[in-house]
């Protein structure tokens, strides 16, 4: 078990520029969120999958978001256009539904800076 | 919709001493878990305690215990025998226990610093 990862840990961007993040969760683990954090604050859900499925998406997920995982495996994140607002550190966390107990391990994160 | 509410931002304790970090939290399910997790400066967040809401005794591990109170709605973590190690930013959070998956909803945290 080689916990939950993140690629990259930083993102240097400029505004109006794509940028795209990528997680690899826990192997056994089915489930699958993303959450952005911003200084000072606690972390806030944006989405979710289990499995392959996106079975929930946050009001903060504007159009710009878009958020994939293909083979029910690692999962990334696309933002279009970046904007300031945009950086944040961005957070992965997975869990198992077979566990039955509903905890979620997260990665380190993926800390991004629009300028 | 559930909420979560950490109204101390900042907390210190001495080494070896007892520190009480407070929680509450809103919903209208019965069946829920609540987490406290710690995130150290510039690492990652990990779980530190949990407790099912259908639980009635209070979770511990370690040096860390919780004081669950469901009717009040609160949730708040003990450290005991605090070490320099436990300076972290703590957070409170809370998800339904359904069978599809489920969102964690944060407080804001608490700011923990252990000073010698």
């Known amino acids: 078990d080689t916990g939950v990862s993140q690629d990259p840990r930083h993102k240097i961007t400029k505004r109006g520029q794509n940028v795209t993040f990528r997680c690899d969760p826990i192997s056994e683990h089915n489930r699958l969120y993303w959450y952005r954090q911003t200084l000072g604050q606690g972390p806030e859900f944006l989405t979710y999958?289990?499995?392959?499925?996106?079975?929930?998406k946050s009001r903060l997920l504007s159009d710009r978001f878009s958020a994939e995982r293909p083979k029910g495996s690692f999962s990334t994140l696309e933002i279009q256009r970046t904007e300031q607002g945009d950086s944040a550190m961005y957070l992965c966390?997975?869990?198992?539904?077979?566990?039955?107990?509903?905890?979620?391990?997260f990665g380190p994160g993926t800390r991004l800076l629009v300028l | 919709a559930q909420t979560v509410t950490q109204s101390q931002p900042e907390m210190s304790v001495q080494e070896a001493e007892t520190v009480t970090l407070s929680c509450t939290y809103d919903?209208?399910?019965?069946?829920?878990?609540l987490f406290w997790y710690k995130q150290p400066p510039s690492r990652q967040m990990i779980l530190v305690i949990r407790?099912?809401?259908?639980?009635?005794q209070n979770a511990t591990e370690n040096r860390f215990s919780v004081n669950f109170q469901k009717a009040a709605k609160s949730f708040s973590l003990k450290i005991s025998d605090s070490q320099l190690g436990d300076t972290a930013m703590y957070f409170c959070?809370?998800?339904?226990?359904?069978?599809?998956?489920?969102?964690?909803?944060f407080g804001t945290g608490t700011r923990l610093q252990v000073t010698l």
């Open positions: 959070a809370s998800t339904l226990s359904t069978g599809t998956a489920s969102k964690l909803t």
């Open positions: 919903t209208s399910e019965n069946n829920y878990y």
């Open positions: 999958f289990q499995n392959e499925a996106q079975l929930e």
């Open positions: 407790q099912e809401a259908y639980k009635q």
């Open positions: 966390a997975s869990s198992s539904s077979l566990s039955g107990r509903e905890t979620q391990y």
